[in-house]
């Protein structure tokens, strides 16, 4: 079934491979002037899971065979790997940002502030707790700094993308 709905093409490669040489040299140049060089390898990765990932798995399941530019360069193939990333870009940045302001206002307004009150004997009733679940003002999901709620908010779109893909074929009848 899985090979039903991916087929990996010429155009996936050399998409990929773009993204790779550009991360290499990315790496290098920022290697040089950072102090910690393994946290630019960590910030790229973490980019590219946030920022392309989610958006190339729904382009390769639902838009794989979209053409969207005509004469950016004259081989067809790397027209259509150019067209894959920034359809890949556009769509994790539609999922990821709005999901980025739900896990903030859940995060510091929907819960986890105050409780019920902690009255011992004799005690002062004071609502006992704090806000629970941290918050992520300071954090920005899209670079992947927000660690466990990043990862988690790729593997909601993209198992939401597989599950529903998968859901089509079984109603049509293919799987």
Known sequence: MFKDLVKFSKADT???????IFSL??????????SN???????LIGLVVVMILPGYTIVKL????IQISDNMTKNPDINKALDKLIMSIGIS??????LNFVWNYLLTMGGGEGGAPDCAAGADCKPSG???WGNVDEEL???GSASWRS?????????IAVGYRVFQYKRVGKA
Do not use: E
């Not at 940045?93 to 709005?98: E, F, K, Q, S």
């Open 25 to 34: 040299i990315l790496i290098v140049a920022f290697s040089l002037m950072a």
């Open 151 to 159: 990862l988690a908010t790729v593997i909601l779109v993209i198992g």
């Open 141 to 143: 999901i899209y670079t």
């Open 62 to 65: 639902f838009f794989d065979h």
């Open 130 to 132: 704090s806000n629970l």
């Open 14 to 20: 050399l998409m990929w491979a773009g993204i790779a």
């Open 93 to 98: 940045v539609a999922c990821i940002i709005p």
């Open 37 to 43: 060089p393994g946290l630019v390898v960590k910030s």
